[in-house]
T-cell receptor, first 111, second 115 residues
């Protein structure tokens, strides 16, 4: 059974700081890993999708890495801004593309 | 490209009442999902459709929850009767094939409060 864990559960940083969010999964036989952002009262926005054959993906100030052998992924946010404040979720698919989510990391970036 | 649409955005009902949620996926997306997200948790898949057929409903509480996607486009999720523990955000998603993988896109969700 796939389990996804995200550490830390919450993180508060000053504006401009670089930060790393962690995601670990128990079953390394995954097709891909997806990072999402969720703003309060809103749905999920896909940030990055890493294929199992890739080691990282970049989009603007975001960089996600994937290490299947160790069952880990990290989301790196450079030069954080108050607008980055949200909950960040990682998810990995099981069979039939069914996504298994972590509980998320709630990020607060203080001006 | 329009995103996944859901309605209503908020619903408050009393326990034992019935409620229905509606979802319109992104045009052309054959796969549609309903997730339940309890406060402080990640979303949990309730049911997955491929066109109008059910692919996975293993975590759907079938004694009270039902879902349909009659024409392979819009979908409805119903709860009858509702319990206090059904209070959650219900998310609808649809997916497209990216290479050999499916990328899911989520709607804004319906926040259900059961009193």
């Amino acid at each position: 059974k796939q389990e996804v864990t995200q550490i830390p559960a919450a993180l508060s940083v000053p504006e401009g700081e670089n930060l790393v969010l962690n995601c670990s999964f128990t079953d390394s036989a995954i097709y891909n890993l997806q990072w999402f952002r969720q703003d309060p009262g809103k749905g999920l926005t896909s940030l990055l999708l890493i294929q199992s054959s890739q080691r990282e993906q970049t989009s603007g100030r975001l960089n996600a890495s994937l290490d299947k052998s160790s069952g880990r992924s990290t989301l790196y946010i450079a030069a954080s801004q108050p607008g980055d404040s949200a909950t960040y979720l990682c998810a990995v698919p099981r069979v039939s593309e069914k996504l298994v989510f972590g509980k998320g990391t709630k990020l607060t970036v203080n001006p | 490209e329009a995103g996944v649409a859901q309605s209503p955005r908020y619903k408050i009902i009393e326990k034992r009442q019935s409620v229905a949620f509606w979802c319109n996926p992104i045009s052309g997306h054959a796969t549609l999902y309903w997730y339940q997200q309890i406060l402080g948790q990640g979303p949990k898949l309730l049911i997955q459709f491929q066109n109008n057929g059910v692919v996975d409903d293993s975590q759907l509480p079938k004694d009270r929850f039902s879902a349909e996607r009659l024409k392979g486009v819009d979908s409805t999720l119903k709860i009858q009767p509702a319990k206090l523990e059904d209070s959650a955000v219900y998310l609808c998603a649809s997916s497209r094939l990216v290479g050999r993988m499916y990328e899911q896109f989520f709607g804004p969700g319906t926040r259900l409060t059961v009193l």
